[in-house]
């Protein structure tokens, strides 16, 4: 496995703001992924993050909305778009290798508030 | 598509109590299938796996066998303590082009002393 880490852990924002969240990594890996897990819900994921190239988005989720970056194999970055109190949730990132890809690990999640 | 189903929490129980949480699955192929946990205000941790049929993975006291024949993960733990107070999440990853993981719902597990 290796370290995962998030900023910010947590944040208050306000209607109509935009918020950047980092995922870093302690090493190289394959795959990342952005899950979103809604107050008292499961776990849906975002999209998986390409180092290089363009997000690839679930259904129901849109760039404009969650632009993603990922310059390189150990960083990434999640936006959320001018949030609404729906947005209001925990956003984590996951890693994965090659070879492994089937095993997801998690860093420790941004706990957003939009008020 | 892929579907996870947990029993439905919260589940409570006393300290050195047995444990299970039923989870089954609708998949495409042979999923790997996963027990996640998550503690109050943390990410998730990676609890357990197994990827094919008649697999146990264990970790911590916690086991889950991989039933095919019933596309079950069930749970257990023969002696729970406090400490595992915690939710915990069904999961199956079917690979694919994006290796999604699909989650159950959680099970919120209190364990009282």
């Known amino acids: 496995s290796a370290v995962i880490s998030q900023k910010p852990s947590r944040d208050i924002c306000q209607r109509g703001t935009s918020l950047t969240i980092q995922c870093q990594v302690d090493s190289q890996v394959t795959m990342m992924f952005w899950y979103r897990q809604q107050p008292g819900q499961s776990l849906t994921l975002i999209a998986t993050a390409n180092q290089g190239s363009e997000a690839t988005y679930e259904s129901g989720f849109v760039i404009d909305k969650f632009p993603i970056s990922r310059p390189n194999l150990t960083f990434s970055t999640l936006t959320v778009s001018n949030m609404s109190p729906e947005d209001s949730s925990i956003y984590l990132c996951s890693v994965a290798w090659t070879g492994g890809a089937d095993t997801q690990y998690f860093g420790p999640g941004t706990r957003l508030t939009v008020l | 598509g892929d579907s996870v189903t947990q029993m439905e929490g919260p589940v409570t129980l006393s300290e050195e109590a047995f444990l299970t949480i039923n989870c089954t699955y609708t998949?495409?192929?042979?999923?790997?299938l996963f027990w996640y946990v998550q503690y109050p205000g943390e990410g998730l941790q990676l609890l357990l796996k197994?990827?094919?049929?008649?697999d146990k993975g264990s970790n911590k006291g916690f086991e889950a066998t991989y039933r095919k024949e019933t596309t079950s993960f069930h749970l257990e733990k023969g002696s729970v303590q406090v400490s595992d107070s915690a939710v915990y999440f069904c999961?199956?990853?079917?690979?694919?082009?994006?290796?999604?993981?699909?989650f159950g719902k959680g099970t919120l597990l209190t364990v009282n002393p």
């Open positions: 999961a199956l990853n079917s690979g694919g082009s994006n290796y999604k993981l699909t």
């Open positions: 998949a495409t192929g042979y999923p790997s």
């Open positions: 197994a990827t094919k049929a008649d």
